[in-house]
């Protein structure tokens, strides 16, 4: 596994043994006011000129074709943004804040070691979610077109904005990261089923993830979890990555295997 990028961190606060066992019960954990304000401020302009002038790799609503989407990107609506793609590489803003020494320590406690990977494949993206063309995300794994060695992978969602069910804030299903299920209750593109009586009622314990601008929401890339549509009159906009330890790996010769990590060098608390 080659390491790009070595950064060493001073020790960091660690989280409360309720913080841990809330991460390993209920596959979730929301730290408040992470991210300051400046850089907050830094990343929401960088993003929206990026966004302005279509700066590639972009994915577009009309690219993932889910219900209410443009139909192409030549129909009305067809070249909105979806997510700005390959954030690190993108922008040192984007890099800064995937190796942030806080942010870092937190993900080595959550997996356990002193040395956390950044997969520069999967999400390493900006979320942009805009007022009139953004579309519903049913509920759904990460890891259902991931390829690694164990499941062992977090998620760091960082809101740059307020995140709300108006403009379509993450909910989550509690513990599903633990869960097998039967997979007569995926759909094809492995999106749970709503027309089954057992998914309903899974459905029903959903919680609602609101953030504030700066708050970062880390979640098991096991977990199902979904997003509404953007019904306000402004963008959502999220930075959203992926890391995993060393006792992982992407499997080789695969998508998740395609770019070389990040090694981002943290203080792990027992």
């Known amino acids: 596994m080659t390491m790009n990028t070595t950064i060493d961190t001073p020790p960091q606060p660690a989280l409360t043994p309720a913080q841990r066992e809330l991460f ?4 979730y954990l929301i730290m408040r006011g992470l991210a300051a304000a400046e850089r907050i401020n830094d990343l929401r302009r960088v993003t929206l000129e990026h966004v302005e002038a279509h700066i590639a790799p972009i994915e577009y609503e009309a690219d993932v074709a889910y219900p209410g989407a443009p139909s ?23 890099a800064d804040w995937a190796a942030d020494a806080r942010l870092g320590a937190i993900l080595a406690q959550l997996l356990g070691s002193d040395t956390v990977y950044l997969s520069r494949n999967h999400h390493n993206c900006v979320m942009t979610k805009s007022p009139r063309y953004s579309t519903a995300t049913a509920w759904h794994r990460d890891l259902r077109y991931w390829s690694f060695e164990t499941p062992r ?18 909910r989550l299903l509690p513990a599903t990261q633990h869960m097998q299920l039967d997979p007569k209750r995926l759909d094809s593109d492995q999106f749970l089923r709503e027309d089954r009586e057992d998914n309903a009622e899974l459905i029903d314990t959903a919680i609602t993830a609101e953030l504030a601008p700066g708050d970062v929401l880390f979640f098991d890339a096991g977990l199902f979890h979904a997003a509404g549509a953007n019904t306000t009159d402004e963008r959502k906009l999220s930075v959203v990555t992926t890391y995993y330890g060393p006792d992982n790996a992407p499997t080789p010769n695969s998508r998740s295997a395609r770019l070389e990590p990040i090694a981002v060098r943290t203080a792990a608390h027992a």
Do not use: K
Request: negative net charge; aromatic residues 6%.
């Open 153 to 170: 992978l977090v998620n760091a969602w960082l809101a740059l904005g307020d995140e709300t069910p108006a403009n379509g804030c993450m």
């Open 72 to 94: 192409s990107r030549g129909a009305e609506g067809g070249d909105t943004p979806r997510r700005l793609r390959q954030a690190y590489d993108r922008d040192a803003v984007f």
């Open 24 to 27: 390993t019960r209920e596959g």
